[in-house]
């Protein structure tokens, strides 16, 4: 396992890091129970893995509750990030519908302070807003009260994570170029770049570490999702069109020879494109066994792709990979 600095907080984190929704939800088409879930953090770690990304709206605090459980005699070997922002406490969530966010300094005590007894801690590494809109990272005195918390210690950085699907591009630029953020989290890989690209430019100068999620486009890059998928209802996959798949599979043609000049799957070929750009610190994966964990480990070993690999897969993205678009059916 290969490690960089997550941003101006300095903290070295695992180039791979452990997506921990899915073990507080079954949003991926499989539900996990705690005993394997447990098994799946420990084997992370013992392949090198060191960050765990969760949030206190994963199962209602459910995935930050099986993290403690994992590692409560390891809190110093392990970086824990989570995120806050919805109110949980007093809204129920239906579906995969948001619900009401609350981006107010009481309301960022409160939900730290509840995040912190569900890991059992004294202190989270990285503590991000979850989906802010641009209001909440216009607030002054919101980000005044995340810079006092670093200042007291319960905090040791704290970011934004864009979503909950593509874009934000308005936030995420406000957020790095006018606040003290170590990171931003993002939508980032192969099929949908933008507005990762012109992220990794503002993150390089601002010293943000860029953190990428859904890094296989939703399973199209892993090879385990086509046209003929059928998801279960509660996969949030489900809302990907089947237009939007058939065409992405044709582009995933477009690339195979890059992949096949280096000896790489396109699944090899996702990861390693990411990490092949400096500006992003952690790429976030989504494993549901530990067989896809160690997996997604061997993909960090330092051999990416080079400027020039990198300079035609922008050609090919700049030019819809040279395909022409779907057209949805009515």
């Not at 005993?35 to 709206?57: P, S, V």
């Not at 200042?151 to 950085?157: N, T, Y």
Request: net charge neutral; charged share 25%.
């Amino acid at each position: 396992m290969k490690y960089r600095k997550l941003g101006k907080s300095g903290i070295k984190v695992s180039e791979i890091g452990f997506g921990a929704w899915v073990i507080g939800l079954d949003w991926w088409g499989k539900k996990i129970d705690d005993d394997n879930a447990i098994r799946m953090l420990k084997r992370a770690y013992d392949l090198g893995i060191n960050f765990y990304e969760t949030a206190d709206m994963y199962g209602k605090g459910k995935s930050e509750r099986v993290i403690a459980e994992a590692f409560k005699d390891m809190r110093n070997e392990v970086v824990y990030s989570t995120k806050w922002g919805y109110d949980m406490y007093n809204v129920e969530q239906i579906g995969h519908n948001e619900i009401l966010q609350r981006h107010d300094p009481g309301f960022l005590e409160y939900a730290l302070e509840q995040s912190m007894k569900r890991l059992q801690t004294n202190y989270i590494d990285v503590y991000s807003l979850h989906n802010p809109k641009l209001d909440a990272i216009k607030n002054d005195s919101l980000f005044m009260s995340l810079d006092s918390l670093i200042q007291s210690g319960k905090i040791k950085s704290h970011g934004v994570s864009l979503g909950p699907a593509i874009g934000w591009k308005d936030e995420g630029l406000f957020a790095m170029e006018r606040r003290s953020i170590s990171c931003l989290q993002t939508v980032y890989n192969i099929l949908e770049q933008e507005p990762g690209r012109t992220f990794l430019d503002t993150a390089s100068k601002n010293n943000v570490g860029v953190m990428a999620r859904v890094p296989d486009a939703s399973g199209v890059l892993t090879g385990k999702v086509s046209e003929k998928t059928v998801f279960d209802k509660n996969d949030h996959r489900g809302n990907r069109k089947k237009e939007w798949i058939i065409e992405a599979m044709q582009k995933i043609e477009k690339i195979k020879p890059i992949a096949n000049a280096n000896g790489w799957n396109i699944s090899q070929m996702a990861i390693k494109f990411i990490l092949s750009q400096m500006a992003i610190s952690i790429v976030i994966p989504t494993a549901i066994d530990i067989e896809e964990i160690e997996m997604f480990v061997e993909m960090s070993d330092g051999k990416y792709l080079n400027e020039n690999e990198l300079s035609q897969i922008t050609d090919l993205y700049n030019n819809n990979f040279y395909i022409k678009p779907i057209i949805p059916s009515k």
